[in-house]
Nanobody
Framework: QVQLVESGGGLVQPGGSLRLSCAASGTFFNSKVMGWYRQAPGKQRELVASITSGGNTNYADSVKGRFTISRDNTKNSVYLQMNSLIPEDTAVYYC??????????????WGQGTQVSVSS
């Protein structure tokens, strides 16, 4: 059974930084595409960043240059470093693992989510 456990959310002032972590278990992590999604109140869940097993990354335009996704295959973990946070980044952030070769909202494995709030 796949389990994804996120940590690292919280309240931060605009311009601040947070680092989210996601620990995976129950499957062969090294071969999986991993991603971070977020969902703000009243909005659809959106893909923020993804990373392949080989370390190739992709970002939503809204976070490019501010967020960095990384992974440590020795720890079965993926991270999201968030810098220069703005109020629009406020959302519940979800770690996701692709069940099949690509991330897909309908079939991903999901973590429980962690709240990120950006406010002065």
């Amino acid at each position: 059974q796949v389990q994804l456990v996120e940590s690292g959310g919280g309240l931060v002032q605009p311009g601040g930084s947070l680092r989210l972590s996601c620990a995976a278990s129950g499957t062969f992590f090294n071969s999986k595409v991993m991603g971070w999604y977020r969902q703000a109140p009243g909005k659809q869940r959106e893909l923020v960043a993804s990373i392949t097993s080989g370390g190739n990354t992709n970002y939503a335009d809204s976070v490019k240059g501010r967020f960095t996704i990384s992974r440590d295959n020795t720890k079965n973990s993926v991270y999201l470093q968030m810098n220069s946070l703005i109020p629009e980044d406020t959302a519940v952030y979800y770690c996701a693992m692709a069940r099949y070769p690509l991330l897909d909202y309908a079939t991903n494995y999901w973590g429980q989510g962690t709240q990120v709030s950006v406010s002065s």
